[in-house]
């Protein structure tokens, strides 16, 4: 895998564990925590989150795609399923589970951010982005 990759999968965990993980160091319990008090933050942190989502979800729904998306997600699957059989990993643990989760979450993300970088590495052809006709 490229840097550049790695470097948006690194930046979608961020994202992903700020916003939700199994410790008490995530965004719903702090907010949950501190509503009253700090509601102004609760507010901005929040909305920084969500742009940090639209940004990664949109990206990721115009390069790959539903289709692009389930196909990612049952390749993750797939690989999770097999780790399971060969007795590498169980889900007997729900926080362990939860960590799983959120990181295949965070994988789906980042292939689609970085899907054109992918395709273009693997097929040596060029992604040109739709541009609005101004003048219609």
Do not use: C, H, K
């Amino acid at each position: 895998m490229g840097r550049s990759f790695l470097i948006r999968w690194a930046a979608a965990i961020l994202l992903v564990m700020a916003t939700f993980n199994p410790t008490s160091l995530n965004y719903f319990r702090w907010a949950q925590a501190n509503t009253g008090e700090q509601l102004s933050l609760v507010v901005l942190f929040g909305l920084v989150l969500f742009v940090g989502y639209v940004i990664y979800l949109r990206a990721t729904f115009r390069s790959i795609g539903v289709v692009g998306i389930g196909l990612v997600a049952a390749l993750v699957g797939a690989l999770l399923w097999v780790l399971r059989d060969i007795g590498w990993i169980s889900f007997r643990d729900p926080d362990f589970t939860t960590w799983i989760g959120l990181l295949a979450l965070s994988f789906v993300m980042a292939v689609g951010l970085s899907w054109s970088i992918i395709r273009r590495r693997l097929s040596g052809q060029t992604d040109v982005d739709d541009i609005d006709d101004a003048e219609a």
